[in-house]
């Protein structure tokens, strides 16, 4: 790996992040990292400063596309003000020091992929939605729309972007699905709320590819759902976990009240769903890994 590399990650110790080092490794692609940290990875690593507006200047060498996946995890706490605050300036802020960063010097980035969630939506219910629905008035729709806008600048110094609004991320390590497995395990697997709020999952093998799609294919521009094709609803998830694991599913659910009373708002990523389409990324010729429930979550229990 040489010290220059065509593309930036931000973001790359995430959970997507990491997954998405591992296939540019295994597909022989060059890449650096930016981080808040200083850590020692398979790759160049530069150490920036988002809140001090600061960007090593020599991280943009001979890079072409820049990957953003940085932003505090969204159920990592409860939702105080303060930690609201926290989870939106670690989206934006990050944009707008690229941003401010590149408009001020030389560089050779042509294209922006930059992360958002279906979150955007708010809680659409049953109907279902593709990119040209409004964000919703929630916390999480109003997170998602200054999260868009500030990587939509990127167009305004000539380059190209896509934003994918990513579903609900299935992956073995990290997000939601080893909780939902632990519980599961204990033998408490139960729908939340009415069991009936649509989840719009994506296998964690399909966010990385999309992203390497889209840093591949010039003709992709704007907002892409990263979903796959076949969404069920919170009864039928939790359901097919169980079946998975060979454990019961237990006809009632979690009460919502229980749900806000422990979690507070943050029991919306939980009680709201969004059906989302994911026909404009078909339609650029993706072909999906994993497009059934039930075997994406063989390949990671």
Same mark, same amino acid.
């Given at each position: 790996?040489?010290?220059?590399?065509?593309?930036?990650?931000?973001?790359?110790?995430?959970?997507?992040?990491?997954?998405?080092?591992?296939?540019?490794?295994?597909?022989? !692609?060059?890449?650096?990292?930016?981080?808040?940290?200083?850590?020692? /990875?398979?790759?160049?690593?530069?150490?920036?400063?988002?809140?001090?507006?600061?960007?090593?200047?020599?991280?943009?060498?001979?890079?072409?596309?820049?990957?953003?996946?940085?932003?505090?995890?969204?159920?990592?706490?409860?939702?105080?003000?303060?930690?609201?605050?926290?989870?939106?300036?670690?989206?934006?802020?990050?944009?707008?020091?690229?941003?401010?960063?590149?408009?001020? *010097?030389?560089?050779?980035?042509?294209?922006?992929?930059?992360?958002?969630?279906? *979150?955007?939506?708010?809680?659409?219910?049953?109907?279902?939605?593709?990119?040209?629905?409004?964000? *919703?008035?929630?916390? @999480?729709?109003?997170?998602?729309?200054?999260?868009?806008?500030?990587? !939509?600048?990127?167009?305004?110094?000539?380059?190209?972007?896509?934003?994918?609004?990513?579903?609900?991320?299935?992956?073995?390590?990290?997000?939601?699905?080893?909780?939902?497995?632990?519980?599961?395990?204990?033998?408490?697997?139960?729908?939340?709320?009415?069991?009936?709020?649509?989840?719009?999952?994506?296998?964690?093998?399909?966010?990385?590819?999309?992203?390497?799609? +889209?840093?591949?294919?010039?003709?992709?521009?704007?907002?892409?759902?990263?979903?796959?094709?076949?969404?069920?609803?919170?009864?039928?998830?939790?359901?097919?976990?169980?079946?998975?694991?060979?454990?019961?599913?237990?006809?009632?659910?979690?009460?919502?009240? !229980?749900?806000?009373?422990?979690?507070?708002?943050?029991?919306?990523?939980?009680?709201? *769903?969004?059906?989302? +389409?994911?026909?404009?990324?078909?339609?650029?010729?993706?072909?999906?890994?994993? +497009?059934? @429930?039930?075997? +994406? /979550?063989?390949?990671? !229990?």
């Amino acid at each position: 790996m040489t010290k220059d590399a065509g593309i930036l990650i931000t973001g790359a110790t995430g959970l997507i992040g990491t997954r998405l080092r591992n296939h540019l490794f295994s597909e022989k !692609m060059q890449y650096s990292i930016l981080s808040r940290n200083s850590v020692k /990875l398979e790759c160049p690593v530069f150490q920036w400063n988002p809140e001090e507006n600061a960007v090593p200047p020599n991280a943009f060498n001979n890079v072409h596309t820049i990957v953003n996946l940085a932003g505090t995890g969204i159920a990592d706490k409860k939702w105080s003000e303060k930690r609201k605050k926290e989870i939106l300036r670690s989206r934006v802020d990050g944009l707008d020091t690229l941003y401010n960063s590149l408009k001020s *010097g030389d560089h050779s980035v042509k294209t922006l992929v930059s992360a958002s969630a279906i *979150g955007f939506y708010g809680n659409s219910g049953i109907t279902g939605v593709d990119e040209s629905r409004d964000a *919703g008035n929630d916390f @999480l729709g109003k997170i998602c729309r200054e999260w868009e806008e500030a990587a !939509m600048r990127f167009e305004k110094l000539g380059i190209r972007v896509v934003i994918l609004r990513i579903g609900f991320v299935l992956a073995k390590d990290g997000g939601a699905l080893p909780v939902l497995k632990k519980q599961v395990g204990l033998f408490a697997g139960s729908a939340f709320g009415t069991g009936e709020q649509i989840i719009s999952w994506i296998h964690i093998d399909d966010v990385c590819q999309l992203i390497l799609q +889209s840093i591949r294919d010039d003709k992709m521009n704007g907002v892409y759902n990263a979903v796959a094709s076949f969404p069920v609803t919170n009864k039928e998830f939790i359901r097919s976990i169980a079946h998975t694991m060979h454990r019961p599913f237990w006809p009632i659910p979690v009460p919502a009240f !229980m749900l806000r009373l422990i979690l507070g708002e943050k029991a919306d990523i939980v009680l709201f *769903g969004q059906n989302v +389409s994911n026909k404009k990324v078909l339609n650029t010729g993706y072909k999906f890994l994993h +497009s059934d @429930l039930k075997e +994406s /979550l063989q390949t990671l !229990m």
